[in-house]
């Protein structure tokens, strides 16, 4: 139980254009699903967090109106790169938690590499 | 500021060799700290959830316990299959945010 997905699995695209990552709980609904970035040899970075139905939350210093996050539906997160520059480049990974109350384990997707070139 | 330190950054160990990997942390009020096994070019695997101090859990070769500062994850009897990166995270419930923060991990290397 409990598994994530993410599509696509890597990614290449060209400096200046647009790139959707889609997270999918597989099994079970996701009230709260979170965004992570993590450089080479690095540990994972919180980027937003995003609850179903409401606006995304973001980090201190995470660019909002480039890393578009939209949570439709219980069981689908998208962040989309907009602009994407060769700094963007990066490991993306999502995860998704279980709206059991008083359970707070996040569950993570493979992840996606962006590269931009 | 939350903070997690894991150590040793890095641990090679022969087959059977058994350790313990170190994640300490400062917190204000902890809902959690959980403990991951993330392999290169994956998403993190979720092992363990600690919710309270001299709570242990155990699943195969590993176990995680947690105290009021600290937690550890005791390997007995490594295999080289365990060799991977694992990650110590903190959960903290801060004006509404239900948010990980990571430790740098500690990258595990087990030698046939």
């Known amino acids: 139980g409990a598994v994530v997905s993410q599509h696509p699995s890597w990614v290449i695209c060209k400096s200046g254009t647009s790139v959707k990552i889609e997270c999918r709980s597989l099994?079970?609904?996701?009230?709260?699903m979170f965004w992570y970035r993590q450089f080479p040899k690095q540990s994972l970075m919180l980027m937003a967090t995003s609850n179903e139905g409401s606006k995304a939350t973001y980090e201190q210093g995470v660019e909002k109106d480039k890393f578009l996050i939209n949570h439709a539906s219980l069981t689908l997160s998208t962040l989309t790169v907009t602009s994407a520059h060769p700094e963007d480049s990066s490991f993306y990974i999502c995860s998704a938690s279980t709206p059991t109350p008083g359970m707070y384990e996040q569950y993570f997707g493979p992840g996606t590499r962006l590269t931009v070139t | 500021e939350d903070q997690v330190t894991q150590s040793p950054e890095a641990l090679r160990l022969q087959e059977g060799e058994s350790s313990s990997l170190n994640c300490s942390y400062t917190?204000?009020?902890?809902?959690?700290l959980f403990w991951y096994r993330q392999d290169p070019g994956k998403g993190p695997e979720f092992l363990f959830t600690l919710y309270s101090a001299g709570e242990e859990k155990e699943k195969e070769r590993l176990k995680a316990t947690l105290t009021k500062k600290e937690s550890f994850l005791h390997i007995t009897a490594p295999k080289p299959e365990d060799s991977a990166t694992y990650l110590c995270a903190v959960l903290t419930l801060d004006t509404g945010r239900r948010a990980l923060t990571f430790g740098s991990g500690t990258r595990l290397q087990v030698q046939p």
């Open positions: 917190v204000s009020g902890l809902r959690g």
């Open positions: 099994d079970f609904q996701a009230t709260t």
